[in-house]
């Protein structure tokens, strides 16, 4: 299984919601990654979990909360966002975090389009 | 701060023909490139890594270069077909962390049957 798997595809919330994205990977990586992508940008980095524990915290809004309930699983816990922040929300795996001396190859799931209203 | 730019933006050309996709980045000291290519609305799929040391990697139709002392890399495909439609984004690693990859903004590639 060289999947990473991502629910829900589509999301579509008003600015008082919450919601939450998951991801899922079963191929034993060790870090996982959430990404921002804008149409026609690269991907941004937004959160690394290294080992279930947070690494990297790029200065992300605290309307973005992370959960790493076990190795296998990623959450991204949603909640007050702004129209801003639509976009396509991307996990990502990688068998060691990246800089840690192993493979540095990333494993992406197709995404969850996020629309605000 | 590591920049990485890919050119062109956009290209469109015939099935069959071989085409090359360009990415250079500014500062020379890498550990890695990847190539990635991504579907409308979908995640990256990665395609090639080449470490710093190597010179080039294949994978069937793809072969990807890299020159690390002038910063630019090429991903060449032969044989194009419709199906390589999509948007082709070169990411290198400086160092540093998940912080230290930097992505280019991609070349948006359609194959025409």
């Known amino acids: 299984d060289t999947e990473v798997t991502q629910t829900p595809k589509h999301l579509v919330m008003g600015m008082t919601n919450k919601k939450s994205l998951k991801c899922e990977q079963h191929?034993?990586?060790?870090?996982m990654y959430w990404y921002k992508q804008k149409a026609k940008k690269p991907p941004e980095l937004m959160f690394v979990?290294?080992?279930?524990?947070?690494?990297i915290n790029e200065s992300v809004p605290s309307r973005f909360s992370p959960e790493c309930p076990n190795s296998s699983l990623l959450n991204l816990h949603l909640h007050a966002l702004q129209p801003e922040d639509s976009a396509l929300y991307l996990c990502?795996?990688?068998?060691?975090?990246?800089?840690?001396?192993?493979?540095?190859?990333?494993?992406f799931g197709s995404g969850t389009q996020l629309s605000v209203l | 701060k590591q920049e990485v730019t890919q050119i062109p933006a956009a290209l469109s050309v015939p099935e069959g023909e071989n085409l090359v996709l360009n990415c250079s980045f500014t500062?020379?000291?890498?550990?890695?490139l990847q190539w990635f290519r991504q579907d409308p609305g979908k995640g990256l799929t990665s395609l090639l890594l080449i470490q710093s040391s190597q010179r080039e990697q294949t994978s069937g139709r793809l072969n990807a270069s890299l020159d690390k002392s002038s910063g630019r890399s090429t991903l060449y495909i032969a044989a194009s077909q419709p199906g390589d439609s999509a948007t082709y984004l070169c990411a290198v690693y400086s160092g540093g962390g998940a912080d230290g990859l930097t992505f280019g903004k991609g070349t948006h590639l359609i194959i025409q049957p």
């Open positions: 191929m034993g990586h060790r870090a």
């Open positions: 500062d020379s000291a890498i550990y890695n």
């Open positions: 979990y290294s080992y279930e524990k947070l690494s």
């Open positions: 990502a795996s990688s068998q060691d975090r990246i800089g840690q001396g192993g493979s540095e190859k990333l494993f």
